[in-house]
């Protein structure tokens, strides 16, 4: 990372940053050439390990591209203010985000896969929803991604006070 001054690494500010990002790039690769999706995520973060978790259809591109090659990057980030300056090379912007990569995984197993649609409702929701539990039709009607990181760096450019 070339900006040092940005770089966090405290454990409860990364986690205020992947609580304010509600939505993850997730990078592929598709015939040797980048494909990136916007997704909603849920995530587990222990202070250390970072694990990310999405949901989509049970067939389609990403789980075709995902089967020949698990290995992803993601990025996250969440827009604060635009920061003027004097001249056109002093603007900025403010900004939180997280970027790494990671193994790509399905969920198979029905309990880890209601859990993970949980975690994804709840990051995004902010609500505990059970119903995954109650109701196992609705984890069977969809495919859960995991993605545990193996590397990732946050960063943030936040407004003075």
Do not use: W
């Not at 001249?87 to 309990?111: K, N, R, W």
């Not at 993970?116 to 495919?143: E, Y």
Request: glycine share 8%; proline share 4%; charged share 30%.
């Amino acid at each position: 990372m070339r900006r040092k001054d940005r770089k966090v690494t405290n454990p409860e500010e990364i986690r205020k940053v992947l609580m304010r990002c509600k939505v993850c790039r997730l990078g592929m690769i598709a015939d040797g050439k980048p494909y990136i999706v916007p997704m909603n995520m849920g995530c587990d973060y222990d202070g250390e390990k970072l694990v990310l978790y999405f949901h989509c259809a049970k067939e389609g591109k990403k789980l075709k591209l995902l089967g020949g090659n698990a290995q992803v990057g993601f990025e996250m980030d969440k827009e604060i203010a635009l920061a003027e300056g004097d001249t056109p090379c002093q603007y900025s912007y403010h900004f939180m985000s997280i970027i790494g990569s990671g193994q790509a995984e399905l969920v198979e197993d029905e309990t880890e896969k209601a859990e993970a649609l949980a975690k994804i409702m709840r990051h995004q929701t902010g609500k505990d929803f059970d119903d995954f539990d109650k109701n196992p039709k609705l984890s069977r009607a969809v495919t859960v991604i995991k993605v545990t990181a193996e590397e990732y760096s946050c960063k943030q450019n936040l407004p003075a006070n």
